[in-house]
C-alpha cells in the first residue's frame, strides 16, 4: 500500500485574516494562533474533522494532551474558534475545523518519487524541448499523481465546477436535508440526510458518512444540481419564514 504524505497549504492572506488577527489581538494571542495551527495539523488526515477519542474527561483535555500545550490555552482557543464558525461540532465525538478542508494538500510517495525523477532529467536536460522560432524551453509534463480530495473530485466532472456547485448549495441552504429512498439501497424506512459544516450527516444512523458513501451520494446531488439548488432555495425561504412566525 502507498504511502500518504499531507501538508498545510496556508495562503498568503493567512495573517492577514481579519479573525486571525483578533485572535492575535487577545493578550497571548500568538500562542493561541500556534495552538490553531497544531490543532489544523492534527486533522489533515482525515478531511478536516477531529474525532474526540475520550482519552481525557474534555475535548480541551484531550487536546491540551496531544498538542503538549496548557488547557486553559485550548480553552481560549477552541472558545474563540467556535463563536467564530472555525469549529464546528458536526456529533458528540466529530468537530470540524472549517477552513481546512480547503488547505489540505497530499501526494503518494510514488508520485514523490516521479516527480523528483522528472525534476533531475530536466536539470540534466534529458527531456527538455525547444520552440524552433524562440528557442524557448517548453515544458508540458503536468504532476498528474498529487490526488486531490475524495470530496472534492467527482468523477468524470471538474473539481472546479463540483466546488463551485458544493459552495453554491452551502451557501443557499447550510442545513440542506434531503432523502434518498429507493436509491443507493437506502429503504422507505430511512429518515434521510442533511449537510452538517460541508459533510453529509445520516440522520437514520446519527452518523457522518465515510468517504467512499459521501462520494456517491455528493456525485448524485452534483448531476442533479439544478433540481438540488432549486429546493435548497425553496427549504431555506420555508425555514426562515417558520422562523418568523415561531418570533
Known amino acids: 500500500m502507498q504511502k500518504k504524505y499531507y501538508w498545510l497549504k496556508l495562503p498568503i492572506s493567512f495573517f492577514s485574516d481579519p479573525r486571525i488577527k483578533k485572535l492575535r489581538r487577545i493578550a497571548g494571542g500568538d500562542t493561541y494562533v500556534i495552538i490553531f495551527l497544531k490543532i489544523m495539523l492534527t486533522v489533515i488526515n482525515s478531511e478536516g474533522i477531529y474525532t474526540y477519542e475520550g482519552i481525557e474527561k474534555t475535548l480541551e483535555e484531550e487536546l491540551a494532551l496531544k498538542l503538549d500545550e496548557d488547557v486553559d490555552n485550548i480553552k481560549v482557543v477552541i472558545a474563540f474558534l467556535s463563536t467564530n464558525q472555525e469549529f464546528i461540532e458536526l456529533t458528540n465525538e466529530n468537530y470540524l475545523i472549517q477552513r481546512v478542508t480547503s488547505l489540505i494538500g497530499k501526494e503518494t510517495d510514488s508520485a514523490i518519487r516521479k516527480r523528483k525523477q522528472r525534476q533531475k532529467e530536466k536539470e540534466s536536460n534529458v527531456t527538455m524541448s525547444h520552440d524552433s522560432r524562440n528557442?524557448?524551453?517548453?515544458?508540458?509534463?503536468?504532476?498528474?499523481?498529487?490526488?486531490?480530495?475524495?470530496?472534492?473530485?467527482?468523477?468524470?466532472?471538474?473539481?472546479?465546477?463540483?466546488?463551485?456547485?458544493?459552495?453554491?448549495?452551502?451557501?443557499?441552504?447550510?442545513?440542506?436535508?434531503?432523502?434518498?429512498?429507493?436509491?443507493?439501497?437506502?429503504?422507505?424506512?430511512?429518515?434521510?440526510?442533511?449537510?452538517?459544516?460541508?459533510?453529509?450527516?445520516?440522520?437514520?444512523?446519527?452518523?457522518?458518512?465515510?468517504?467512499?458513501?459521501?462520494?456517491?451520494?455528493?456525485?448524485?446531488?452534483?448531476?442533479?444540481?439544478?433540481?438540488?439548488?432549486?429546493?435548497?432555495?425553496?427549504?431555506?425561504?420555508?425555514?426562515?419564514?417558520?422562523?418568523?412566525?415561531?418570533?
Open 135 to 247: 528557442n524557448v524551453p517548453l515544458d508540458k509534463e503536468l504532476d498528474k499523481d498529487i490526488k486531490p480530495s475524495l470530496l472534492l473530485s467527482p468523477k468524470n466532472e471538474t473539481q472546479n465546477d463540483f466546488k463551485t456547485f458544493k459552495n453554491h448549495l452551502i451557501n443557499i441552504c447550510p442545513t440542506f436535508q434531503f432523502s434518498l429512498q429507493g436509491k443507493f439501497g437506502y429503504n422507505d424506512e430511512h429518515q434521510g440526510f442533511c449537510i452538517k459544516g460541508g459533510y453529509i450527516f445520516d440522520l437514520h444512523t446519527n452518523k457522518l458518512l465515510d468517504k467512499d458513501a459521501s462520494f456517491i451520494i455528493w456525485e448524485y446531488l452534483f448531476q442533479q444540481k439544478t433540481k438540488v439548488l432549486e429546493i435548497a432555495k425553496s427549504q431555506y425561504q420555508q425555514m426562515t419564514y417558520t422562523k418568523k412566525i415561531e418570533k
